[in-house]
């Protein structure tokens, strides 16, 4: 009878060990996937979350002072790629002058911010 128990106990234990490994495998691969390129499972069984890609903004603008005659060098940047494109020189905006004298200043990233939709 004792030797029957301790068999149940084991083997238990060893299901629940098991059980444990089965739920840190899934937990660790919903956390990495998409960091190392797969689609995490919930993905795949529950269908795509949020906007679809082609909605999302992708690209963003950045403009950089060129010099003292109201010129800037204009940049696109893709979020996907985090690749930076450089358009050359434009004409600044003078409405931008405008908006930030009516804004607080609140530090030097406020150009990425309003570069990518954020006001």
């Given at each position: 009878m004792t030797s029957t128990h301790h068999a149940r106990r084991g083997l238990l234990a060893v299901s629940a060990y098991a059980a444990g490994m089965v739920v840190v495998t899934l937990v660790g691969w919903e956390v990495?996937?998409?960091?190392?390129?797969?689609v995490p499972l919930t993905e795949r069984l529950l269908g795509p979350s949020g906007p679809p890609e082609a909605e999302v903004r992708r690209y963003g603008r950045m403009m950089v002072k060129a010099d003292y005659f109201g010129n800037c060098r204009e940049y696109t940047v893709d979020n996907r790629t985090q690749q930076i494109v450089?358009?050359?020189?434009?004409?600044?905006?003078?409405?931008?002058?405008?908006a930030e004298a009516a804004r607080p200043t609140g530090g030097k990233f406020d150009s990425f911010r309003d570069a990518f939709g954020k006001k």
């Open positions: 990495g996937a998409r960091q190392l390129g797969y450089d358009k050359g020189i434009v004409p600044c905006e003078p409405q931008k002058k405008d």
